[in-house]
Nanobody, 123 residues
Framework: QVQLVESGGGSVQTGGSLRLSCAVS????????MGWFRQAPGKEREGVAT????????YYADSVKGRFTISQDNAKDTVYLQMNNLKPDDTAMYYC????????????????WGQGTQVIVSS
């Protein structure tokens, strides 16, 4: 079993920054894909950023490239999503997830999910 707990969401103005954290517990190994997804009201869940826990290049949605960075701190068993230059379109519930395939950032490839943390970006 894997447990994921997100934190760090909040309300910011356009251009602001937030760092989301995902505390990971349970069995995670190097080939586990960790990811951040988001879902806005009335929209499908979107894979924002993913990477393999053992290392390697991350995968980003085009809409966040150059603004968001996914990273990990193995000592703290935590995965982060640094979000800079936030825009109103980034407003959504953000979820941390663990799964088996990173490249396509597809929700169906992820079997473990956190409860989500809300991000609101005002103009």
């Amino acid at each position: 079993q894997v447990q994921l707990v997100e934190s760090g969401g909040g309300s910011v103005q356009t251009g602001g920054s937030l760092r989301l954290s995902c505390a990971v517990s349970g069995y995670i190994y190097s080939k586990t894909c960790m990811g951040w997804f988001r879902q806005a009201p009335g929209k499908e869940r979107e894979g924002v950023a993913t990477f393999y826990y053992g290392g390697g290049s991350p995968y980003y949605a085009d809409s966040v490239k150059g603004r968001f960075t996914i990273s990990q701190d193995n000592a703290k068993d935590t995965v982060y999503l640094q979000m800079n230059n936030l825009k109103p379109d980034d407003t959504a519930m953000y979820y941390c997830a663990a799964g088996y395939r990173c490249r396509d950032r597809t929700a169906s490839d992820f079997g473990y999910w956190g409860q989500g943390t809300q991000v609101i970006v005002s103009s």
